[in-house]
């Protein structure tokens, strides 16, 4: 009898979890829904579907390689961050060591060696100096060595006077962007070049820099035709905190400077960098385009006060193709000479400087967001001309 009272109070226990198990799998928001009794026929309501995961788009703006974000603009550079004349004589190595193999000859041997003098000119050529100032140097230096019998230290010297007169040490390198007046602003930078030279990087580290001189820039995504322009424009406008104005690719690249300049004349902004395509200088329909934008600018009442060429330094002699074909279409005013610390080529800077007379303001010295210099022609000079490791 005890054994049956205990079966019947197990069941009756088994009983009462499944009934409460079942009410609770059906209270709102716990357990599965319960299954209809049946399946719906076709053309039934069959209830409300359950909402659709949405993909979580993520933006991730890469990290800069001193400072992050507006803040980084506001506060400037890091502490550690190197001094431009500092920068020219650590990040000009290659060009340096170059410059360095072929004068030690001259150095160690002296001015009456011939075969020194050849290897010097071989330097210079190796470097991108170029065939016409290179001839010119090195007689020049064979001058002044014979007239002052100069040996060792004091060959270094008169070579580095001679660098000096190349690269233009009196030629003004600043860039012309001072406040205009409330009715004149902003002043517009035209920022050319073929595509691969770090035209967009120059643009955004430009864009950087006037904001902490306390200068507000506006930038124009002019660069419709490649596809990935605008959007890394864009990263830089949330870097510096500048207003990008952009259109869709393939947008008439004028139509994009002209609202630029109205943006940044409704802002007050001081400065409109447009950043334009450059798919081959060789190309007529793309100088043409170049000159649109300009006359579209000029129009408009916008003052162009510079326009900038953009040159990889790695292309050496191509560059002053390229520069040829620029200013004799759009009218160019300075040079940024990029990637001047990956190259043992930096005489490029002394060839386009004496070959085509238009100064290099600003030149690129490694991949950070603080590492477009002002060129300094004696930093540069005295980089070059070092005792190696010096």
Same mark, same amino acid.
Not at 144 to 151: L, Q, V, W
Not at 219 to 224: F, P, R, Y
Not at 295 to 312: A, F, I, P, S
Not at 330 to 345: F, M, N, Q, S
């Given at each position: 009898?005890?054994?049956?009272v #205990? ?5 009756l ?11 609770a799998?059906?209270r709102? &928001? ?8 049946r ?5 039934e309501?069959? $209830? ?10 993520t ?12 803040? !980084?603009?506001?506060a400037?550079p ?7 004349r ?6 000009l ?7 360095a193999? $072929?004068?030690?000859?001259l ?5 009456a ?9 071989e ?5 991108? +100096?170029?065939?016409? /100032?290179? &001839?010119?140097? +090195?007689e020049?230096l064979r ?6 019998h100069?040996a ?8 580095r006077?001679e660098?000096?007169?190349? *690269? ?9 962007l ?10 517009v930078?035209? +920022?050319? &070049?073929?595509?691969g030279? $770090?035209?967009t990087?120059?643009?955004?580290k #430009? ?16 660069? /419709? ?9 864009? *990263?830089w406008?949330?870097r ?7 259109q869709?690719?393939?947008a008439d690249?004028?139509?994009v ?15 409109l960098? +447009? ?16 000159r ?16 900038l ?9 191509? =560059?002053?193709?390229? !520069?040829?074909?620029?200013t004799?279409?759009? =009218? ?14 930096g005489?490029?800077v002394? !060839? ?5 007379g238009?100064?290099?303001?600003? *030149? $690129?010295? =490694?991949? &950070?967001?603080?590492d #477009? ?7 540069f000079?005295?980089a070059?001309?070092a005792?190696?490791g010096?």
């Amino acid at each position: 009898m005890t054994d049956i009272v #205990l079966v019947l109070l197990a069941v009756l226990v088994l009983v009462l979890a499944g009934t409460v198990g079942v009410v609770a799998s059906r209270r709102p &928001g716990v357990g599965p829904p319960p299954a209809p009794d049946r399946e719906p026929a076709v053309g039934e309501d069959a $209830g409300p579907r359950p909402p659709a995961r949405r993909a979580v788009e993520t933006v991730t703006l890469p990290e800069p390689a001193e400072a992050a974000g507006p803040a !980084a603009s506001a506060a400037g550079p890091a502490a550690g961050t190197v001094a431009p004349r500092r920068r020219f004589a650590e990040r000009l190595g290659r060009s340096r060591s170059a410059l360095a193999r $072929g004068l030690t000859g001259l150095l160690t041997r002296g001015a009456a060696d011939e075969e020194a003098w050849e290897e010097l000119e071989e330097a210079l050529l190796a470097a991108d +100096v170029g065939v016409t /100032t290179t &001839g010119h140097l +090195v007689e020049r230096l064979r001058e002044r060595a014979r007239a002052g019998h100069a040996a060792g230290r004091a060959l270094r010297e008169l070579l580095r006077e001679e660098l000096l007169d190349a *690269v233009g040490r009196d030629t003004p390198r600043t860039l012309d962007l001072d406040l205009l007046g409330e009715q004149h602003k902003p002043g517009v930078v035209l +920022v050319v &070049g073929v595509n691969g030279t $770090g035209k967009t990087t120059t643009v955004g580290k #430009l864009a950087l820099a006037l904001a902490q001189e306390g200068k507000q820039p506006v930038l124009a995504a002019a660069d /419709t035709f490649r596809a990935a322009a605008g959007e890394q424009l864009a *990263v830089w406008g949330e870097r510096t905190g500048a207003p990008v104005i952009r259109q869709p690719q393939g947008a008439d690249p004028a139509a994009v400077a002209f609202d630029g300049l109205a943006s940044a004349r409704a802002r007050g902004a001081d400065v409109l960098l +447009v950043d334009t395509a450059g798919r081959l200088h060789t190309k007529a329909n793309l100088m043409e385009e170049l000159r649109k934008v300009r006359r579209v600018l000029e129009r408009e009442g916008g003052q162009v006060r510079e326009v900038l060429l953009v040159l990889d330094a790695t292309t050496g002699q191509n =560059g002053l193709a390229q !520069a040829r074909q620029f200013t004799e279409a759009i =009218g160019v005013t300075g040079l940024v000479l990029t990637k001047l610390d990956g190259t043992a080529r930096g005489g490029i800077v002394i !060839a386009v400087q004496r070959e085509l007379g238009i100064p290099v303001k600003l *030149v $690129g010295l =490694g991949e &950070g967001l603080y590492d #477009l210099a002002p060129f300094d022609p004696e930093a540069f000079v005295d980089a070059l001309v070092a005792e190696d490791g010096a």
